[in-house]
T-cell receptor, first 111, second 114 residues
């Protein structure tokens, strides 16, 4: 079946540190991959996406590359800010099926 | 602003009471979804509607009913609320380009059952 695994949180970093949140998936076919962000008290917002292997999605300084050989879509940012504190969800979109979301990773950035 | 609107934002119910969570989207999307979010559990799909006039069970449908009133509106009903239904509920919508554009989420309803 289809599934998404994310690294356990919470992740706590100091401002300007490098961020990596790991995401691996299991899926049949060639799904699209997404990262969503949820700020405190809000709904999920699309952060970035990649629709085929080797694509790199990017937005607001965040990046993730669709690696089919390792079935991964790790989220990275070179220098985090306090305002990046949020919960991050990795998700996949299997062709013709509903999205599958990971459990979420809470990030706290300290000043 | 275009998007998904959920009402109410907060609600406290007593065990056994009923209520309906409302969701409306103005993006002309065909598909709509109801999720619940619980600590450590991520998002779990309760029900979805692939198109107007159809509804299907998701991962955790017990204790809930839904109505796809028209293309814009998709409501979630709790007939007899239980403390286990204390959660944050999110509505989402998508169209046939979901694999490219993703889902659009509402801001959520925080429900407490006492």
């Amino acid at each position: 079946g289809n599934s998404v695994t994310q690294m356990e949180g919470p992740v706590t970093l100091s401002e300007e540190a490098f961020l990596t949140i790991n995401c691996t998936y299991t899926a049949t076919g060639y799904p699209s991959l997404f990262w969503y962000v949820q700020y405190p008290g809000e709904g999920l917002q699309l952060l970035l996406k990649a629709t085929k292997a080797d694509d790199k999605g990017s937005n607001k300084g965040f990046e993730a590359t669709y690696r089919k050989e390792t079935t991964s879509f790790h989220l990275e940012k070179g220098s985090v800010q306090v305002s990046d504190s949020a919960v991050y969800f990795c998700a996949l979109s299997p062709l013709g099926q509903n999205f599958v979301f990971g459990p979420g990773t809470r990030l706290s950035v300290l000043p | 602003n275009a998007g998904v609107t959920q009402t109410p934002k907060f609600q406290v119910l007593k065990t056994g009471q009923s209520m309906t969570l409302q969701c409306a989207q103005d993006m002309n999307h065909n598909s709509m979804y109801w999720y619940r979010q619980d600590p450590g559990m991520g998002l779990r799909l309760i029900y979805y509607s692939a198109s107007e006039g159809t509804t299907d069970k998701g991962e955790v449908p017990n204790g809930y009913n839904v109505s796809r009133l028209n293309k814009r509106e998709f409501s979630l009903r709790l007939e007899s609320a239980a403390p286990s239904q204390t959660s944050v509920y999110f509505c989402a919508s998508s169209d046939g380009t979901a694999s490219y554009y993703g889902y659009t989420f509402g801001s959520g309803t925080r429900l407490t059952v006492v």
